[in-house]
């Protein structure tokens, strides 16, 4: 059963920082395309950013140069550290993962940055 776990979200002001975690169980967490989709109140899940396998990066415009994306293969986590935030940016953000066609999402954490 694979498992996504997220956490660091939280309130934070509006020119502030959080850096979100995602740790997976599983064993072969570098053959996992994986990335951070994020879902405001009435709204559908959007793509924040996506790192492959070989590092490859790819960010909604919304969240360039603000947002990086990047993985620790050997803690089997995956990180989204989000600089200047925006009360835009208020969303619940979930971790997604993908190995040889099978998807998985994590729980989600939300994020609320106020003005």
């Known amino acids: 059963q694979v498992q996504l776990v997220e956490s660091g979200g939280g309130l934070v002001q509006t020119g502030g920082s959080l850096r979100l975690s995602c740790t997976a169980s599983i064993t072969s967490f570098s053959t996992y395309s994986m990335a951070w989709y994020r879902q405001a109140s009435g709204n559908q899940r959007d793509l924040v950013a996506s790192?492959?396998?070989?590092?490859?990066?790819n960010y909604a415009d919304s969240v360039k140069g603000r947002f990086t994306i990047s993985r620790d293969n050997a803690k089997n986590t995956v990180y989204l550290q989000m600089n200047s935030l925006k009360p835009e940016d208020t969303a619940v953000y979930y971790c997604w993962g993908r190995h040889f066609g099978m998807a998985y999402w994590g729980q989600g954490t939300q994020v609320t940055v106020s003005s």
């Open positions: 790192i492959g396998i070989g590092g490859t990066t």
